[in-house]
């Protein structure tokens, strides 16, 4: 048992294989935080808690006279709102009176055998291989019928602990709930800083950090979707943390919505670490009986840096969040036609991309944008979602039987979320897209949001989108997302329910694209929002990759697909080698370095083949070959960061089979300086025990004198040239 409750059934002490997390009930029936970090054993921790009379502090009824005793200076699981702790809650409550306040007590819990679900949420599941175990605690709220259930899972091997939670209205009257996070932990000791990532369309997940002190560390997302601009995934770690060294404490929401993750010293100098849904648009009405439930939150730690806490994540993302057919089954090397022709397309063009691609190994032939309803360019045509006949000279099916004729499977583009002012779906239902009565909406690509909360929208697209897709046989959906929500108003909810939409919003999203796989279960997803604006666990559940950027640039993706390696396993980062100048920075890279940055991620191509020349239609089949070669690495393998953005002259990473036979480091070389200095990089994760050879220089030395000596390159690399070092086992 992972779980571990004291005689009493007051002390929780959770044990992973190398962690260790606690938290006690106090005799006020406070739930206090103890612990969360290296393995420890399962003795009470509450001695580590000293209190003084902080002043200022007040004292709940059942301190007495002892002033020391302060919900204000208590470390804490789910702390009060209104009733004297002056930090961020978690939970905040508008009661029927207009009082605001919330102050939860624990009465009992429970350990459940298994893996717990959040309904109508992504949540990491059991496998045949591997179960978690769960624990419940139950608080009540002091003065009304409110009940708290704290969810807790826990995955040994991983080093995993979930947290979720679920406000249940047993009162007569209703409740606005205004704040409800996934978790809130009170650090008790210690200096941090946060690491989140961060950017803008076409520029997503920057790594930075930044010392938590007195002034909150606070990012978040109220866009409706996970963001191009905050990632909902970050790091609480120890101050210098590095790749291999230092104490830290992930946390990646499972949730594609509007998300806040923040962490801050309070006057004890513990560090308060919280996320959980953005409070901003937000405000659930509660009847009676009604509850209301969290996404999860997965958090892991790790005693040695990031790059324990990056195979944490990967493993339990890519084994217990990821579903479907293609979760292990390799996945096919695509080759898009958007950066090919964008909308300036017909049959005759995608056949022969999709000829030429066969002809070097290609497998699957992705149409996007621009097949349906009227649609040849961004400004109309979304969710008309019938085939423009036209355009495509004849059926879907008729062309999708002409691509699998070339042996190559067929994918289609989608974006069912959205609709365009000017389409046939929004002049039968304007009141289809979200929008606030009396004000014209903003409008983003052009273009207006479905309003997902709405039975009948979803029942329409899932129509559509079955029907095309079974109709034309597809292989793969690339499920798109272009836009921002904002004029967030339903026109189905009564008005003191105005501030639910965004969340159901996010639950309308999830409940079609969970009953869309069910209709077609053999489908590969590909999640997409303008590339990564919505590169989240919660999405992986539906779609095992997802396009990680519409910068297709080579040394633009170097940080991209850095920063989303912290938490996101490699296999769900959509990466395409396409041409140059690129043609969103209009760099020119060689066409190698373009195939070895792509093969760090779900491969394929975006650019017609046919306009290459021949010396490079060779390359492609050598990539070809080499992401068959390097799949088991790339896709299953331990992956490490060995250089960080800007730092060197160079980046470089490795891929490490799990059996330890073989790796492969790539290195990029970034910036040209006359007189260049050697290039010297790390090597981590050989097995000490056994001899490797160098495939580049065929030297051979031991996994141990290669994780600590490194390597040296004897050779000059042009500015942005690359190369794939092998290291195989002898
Ligand atoms: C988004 C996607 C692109 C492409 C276009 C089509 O920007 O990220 O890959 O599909 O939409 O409009």
Redesign the pocket.
Same mark, same amino acid.
């Given at each position: 048992m992972a779980i571990k409750v004291s005689e009493n059934g007051r002390l929780f002490t959770l044990q992973t294989k190398d962690s260790s997390y606690q938290m006690f009930a106090d005799s006020r029936n406070v739930l206090l935080h103890l612990y969360y970090g290296k393995k420890i054993g399962e003795e009470n921790l509450s001695d580590l808690i000293f209190c003084t009379d902080m002043g200022f502090s007040g004292n709940p009824e059942e301190a007495g006279s002892d002033r020391s005793y302060s919900l204000d200076t208590l470390p804490q699981e789910v702390p009060s709102s209104g009733v004297g702790d002056y930090r961020d809650d978690m939970v905040r409550i508008r009661h029927a009176d207009g009082s605001c306040a919330a102050d939860f007590r624990f009465v009992s819990a429970e350990v459940q055998d298994g893996s717990y679900r959040v309904p109508g949420m992504p949540a990491l599941y059991d496998t045949q291989d591997e179960k978690g175990e769960t624990l419940v605690i139950t608080m009540k709220e002091k003065a009304s019928d409110v009940m708290l259930k704290l969810f807790y899972g826990v995955f040994e091997n991983q080093n995993v602990i979930t947290r979720a939670a679920r406000l249940e209205n047993h009162g007569s009257s209703a409740i606005a709930l205004e704040k409800m996070l996934s978790f809130s932990m009170d650090v008790l000791f210690g200096d941090y800083e946060m690491v989140y990532f961060a950017g803008r369309h076409a520029m997503e997940r920057t790594m930075e950090r930044i010392p938590v002190q007195r002034a909150k560390v606070e990012i978040g997302s109220i866009r409706g979707t996970s963001s191009h601009h905050y990632n909902p995934a970050v790091i609480l770690c120890e101050e210098g943390a590095g790749e291999e060294y230092g104490a830290c404490i992930g946390a990646c929401l499972a949730y594609s919505g509007n998300f806040v993750a923040a962490a801050q010293k309070d006057q004890k100098n513990q560090t308060r670490f919280q996320m959980g849904i953005h409070p901003t648009q937000f405000c659930f009405r509660l009847e009676e009986g009604e509850a209301f439930d969290t996404p999860q939150v997965i958090l892991s730690y790790s005693g040695s840096g990031f790059a324990v806490l990056s195979h944490q994540y990967h493993e339990i993302i890519r084994e217990h969040m990821c579903r479907g057919a293609y979760k292990h089954a390799r996945r096919p090397i695509l080759i898009n036609n &958007?950066e090919a022709t964008y909308f300036d397309f017909n049959e005759e063009k995608i056949l022969k991309i999709a000829k030429q691609a066969s002809e070097l190994g290609i497998e699957m032939l992705v149409l +996007? +944008?621009g097949w349906f309803g009227k649609r040849d360019d +961004?400004n109309s045509g979304l969710g008309d979602w019938y085939v423009n006949e036209k355009k495509m000279n004849g059926t879907m099916a008729q062309l999708s039987s002409k691509i699998h004729a070339l042996g190559m499977k067929f994918g289609l &583009?989608f974006e069912p979320e959205m609709i365009s002012e000017d389409s046939d779906l929004y002049r039968t239902h304007p009141e289809w897209a979200l929008q606030i009565p009396g004000r014209v909406p903003n409008r983003g690509r052009n273009q207006l949001v479905l309003d997902m909360s709405r039975e009948d929208v979803r029942e329409y697209l899932l129509e559509r989108m079955t029907t095309i897709v079974r109709e034309a046989s597809i292989d793969y959906v690339?499920w +798109?997302m272009?836009r921002s929500l904002s004029d967030g108003f339903s026109c189905l909810l009564s008005p003191e329910k105005g501030g639910e939409v965004y969340h159901r919003f996010v639950l309308g999203v999830y409940d079609l694209l969970e009953r869309f796989l069910a209709a077609c279960p053999n489908l590969l997803l590909e999640g997409?929002s /303008? /590339?990564g604006g919505r590169f989240d666990a919660g999405m992986m559940y539906y779609s095992p990759q997802i &396009?990680c950027s519409?910068n297709t640039d080579a040394i633009n993706r170097l940080s991209i697909q850095y920063g989303s390696s912290f938490f996101y396993p490699i296999s769900t980062v959509g990466a395409h080698v396409s041409v140059c100048p690129n043609h969103q920075t209009a760099r020119t890279t060689p066409f190698e370095t373009r195939g070895n940055v792509a093969l760090s991620g779900s491969f394929g191509y975006e650019m017609d083949l046919n306009k290459i020349p021949d010396e490079e239609k060779e390359m492609v089949k050598v990539q070809v070959a080499a992401m068959k070669n390097y799949y088991d690495l790339t896709h299953e393998g331990l992956y490490y960061r060995l250089s960080a953005p800007g730092k060197k002259d160079f980046m470089a990473w490795e891929f490490v089979a799990k059996d330890q036979s073989r790796a492969l480091i790539t290195l990029v070389k970034t910036d040209a300086q006359g007189n260049p200095l050697p290039v010297h990089t790390k090597i981590c994760g050989l097995n000490p025990g056994k001899q490797y050879q160098c495939k580049l220089n065929g030297r051979v030395a031991s996994g141990e004198t290669w994780n600590h000596a490194g390597f040296t390159l004897h050779q000059t690399l042009r500015e942005y040239d690359s190369l794939l070092i092998e290291f195989a086992e002898v």
């Open positions: &958007w +996007d +944008d +961004d &583009w690339k +798109d272009n997409c /303008g /590339g &396009w519409d």
